[in-house]
């Protein structure tokens, strides 16, 4: 696959429309508008279910660190595949954006974590050992960084694995909608349902200016407040949000 | 000036026509366009100068706080007024973005630093005692936050003080434009002329969807390396920026 | 007062004989030994509970940061006085260990909070609004950074101000002790009786070679093992900590 | 080898002498004091040169993290054995005092660093490319957290390789007297000599009660202001260095 391509092409006719057609009158900053609450609605529908909430923000590598900052203290590791986006392509941010928490990499084929390397690394896991950095999240990437699917049912058995670990799990879908046309998932069943606590769900690859949605869901919606915090402290809370939200809506019509 | 209302209103139609207009064929990705060359250009026109170079993002917190973070270490102090944006409104991000520097705050009538209170913070400043944090860096807001405007000659006079204590200046210009209006200056004067080092220069508070420019004038060159690894990691390196460079150039040629 | 003369004095001889007297045999690393277990001993006594959980440590300024470290989070800010050693003495120790935490500034007389600015910045204090830093905790200095000290009724007054407004009190006592004689009152009306939650209590002013005493009291035992991990990770988990018993035991049989 | 026992150990007998003859009269803080000097001089012998500058601390968590911290930004790289202490047992400290630089872990027989892999990650090592973190620092222990020695050649080798890439070389030497005997190399030879530019030395795990000198050898004394600071903030500036002195004194001559 030419990903180099996704950011070189033009946006899809349709996003520059829906930006121009929110662009009238006068609209509640940072989140609090109608075209954003409309996205929202969207969402709900495509992933089947209201127990969740979001954010927005233009660059995937700011919607992955945020994600994580949220799910891993500084003190904390997240496992990860050693060729992971967050690993290799983001310059450092999941540790800039939680403060220096730690990657613990797993080795696996086509970019896909190998289960004997991920039941390995959570047998030896001891949180109470203070000399060692425990590991507190489990970040998975579908597509994966190789173009590889995961299928729902491994998600759900990692997602498993690592919740009997103690570890939420984190998935990077900057490439979720075609993950999702080439295992025939339903977007709910290859994340909440699976056992997925927070999703960062890309955009900008497939069509739009710069939109990326975190989406929290279940008891992670705890932690929304924290993240809008960490959002406004990062440069990542656009005052003007309802452009962001009218290209997500476009795309969302397109993708899903 | 009722500032709240400046990221309620839509965005100047000129802005999303020259989105539109950026909006075909493909581009090189991250800056290297045809779209960020054109406002390079126009930038040179309008401080009067090839000896500066530039970064785009959507933030004005971001971008502030990106350029303090190539400005000041994270063991230095930065000085700036007690009811400056970068200490009141931008939830700790200076802090964030250079791992953890100081805010100095300096007292003055109607958000403009009182010169006795400069002069008394430069006397005390001894980098070489280790216990306490040693000022690097003077950031100045223009308009300030109350909307008043330093005149170019006390710009000029304050860089001066900063800089023979060894300082360098940073310029807030979420507002620039009203504060060349306000005060009948040209853009060079106000700032490197004057002495400024970085200038933050904002569009989005009147009238882009988001663009902020970053602007490193004269030996602050060398940092632009520094500056674009910073942005990578916090997430404000947008894959395409020819968006952010087309709201720049309309609002250009609309504002100086 | 000549707080200067603090550091270069030699230690009391009673601190070497106790280090040389916990100088045979093998002991458990890293505080679980026999001169930690004695030393905790002795603070129950001192403190009238065994409500509480201790950290030693050699450095005031790490004491204090560790202890700020678990009482207040990155996006979050500190009161203090202006004057206070963590704003003005430790090279931005706080802001390091907390990953970029705020302080605000608060004046008074002879480095004492001013009550009418504690109340107003309490007053002031939104966690909901976003855009600027809420605070977190209260850290008050006894004595002060002027050799002055609150009286028992201040410090429970000032911390039951704080706790209404949502948040935790740290005591800086770096002099404790001498606050304790100049004002008669005893250790426990001082510190957890009056609402203090976490102390940093430090003997090095007074005669050891290097020890300070983090005591977590009541519910602050909760972050425990946060604590241990931040001591560990910052380069303040002595392997040999019955050294530092050692030392704070001596010290507490003179002071107390 | 048993190294859990090194901290359950009692101190060298020398060492608590070393440290009550230390004890009278009152001294400079902070390091400039006649103890420090001895100690230097003693060192200058020792590693048969002039051309360095040291620091001293409790912790050989702290000194690594110090050192690593002047070596290498906030956005570089730091590239050591998978199985490096720095890596395993601290904590995340190089995470955090470097403000979030990355670990690029190695492989090897008996945590030695593979010349095969350590040739890769230098060829592979682009630090014009943006988006991935690009080393600054090769760090080697010796002797290697399995016990086994690097010879001289080897880490002159290494060292040699790394420097043509632009990194700098950090040497953890918390065993290093053991890496001397077992080779039968002099310090000079197996650090500066060799290309080392930063050793952290450990007295800890061989007798001291907490001793660690930071060396900075030839250009890297530039540097020795910023460790200072650094040293500050978090904690590890001991206001009575001496004690840390003479531990130091009466180890070296045990030990070399």
């Known amino acids: 696959m030419n990903f180099a391509s996704d950011t070189t092409a033009p946006a899809h006719p349709d996003v520059l429309e829906a930006m121009a057609a929110a662009n009238h009158g006068n609209a509640a900053s940072y989140g609090a508008d109608s075209v954003t609450d409309a996205l929202k609605a969207h969402l709900a529908e495509t992933f089947e279910t209201n127990d969740f909430d979001i954010w927005l923000c233009a660059s995937g590598t700011a919607s992955n660190a945020l994600a994580l900052s949220i799910m891993c203290s500084s003190i904390g590791a997240i496992a990860c595949h050693q060729e992971a986006h967050i690993e290799r392509d983001e310059r450092g941010a999941p540790e800039f954006f939680t403060g220096g928490a730690k990657l613990r990499l797993l080795p696996g084929f086509a970019a896909q974590i190998d289960e004997t390397a991920l039941r390995g690394a959570l047998a030896a896991n001891d949180p109470s050992f ?11 990437t579908n597509l994966t960084e190789c173009g590889t699917a995961y299928s729902v049912d491994t998600v759900r058995h990692f997602a498993a694995l690592a919740k009997a670990g103690g570890l939420n799990v984190h998935l990077d879908g900057a490439r ?11 977007p709910a069943e290859m994340t909440w349902k699976a056992g997925i606590d927070v999703l960062t769900f890309g955009l900008t690859k497939t069509g739009a200016i710069g939109c990326e949605i975190i989406v929290l869901f279940g008891q992670m919606r705890a932690h ?9 402290r990062s440069g990542h ?11 997500g809506q476009a795309m969302l019509r397109e993708d899903l």
Do not use: C, D, F, W
Request: aromatic residues 2%; without cysteine; positive net charge.
């Open 130 to 140: 203070v000399h060692e950095t425990p590991l507190e999240t489990l970040s998975l």
């Open 176 to 186: 979720l909608a075609n993950a999702l046309i080439s295992t025939g998932a339903l």
């Open 237 to 247: 809370m656009p005052p003007k949000m309802r452009y962001l939200a009218a290209q």
């Open 224 to 232: 929304m407040e924290a993240l809008k915090a960490r959002a406004k």
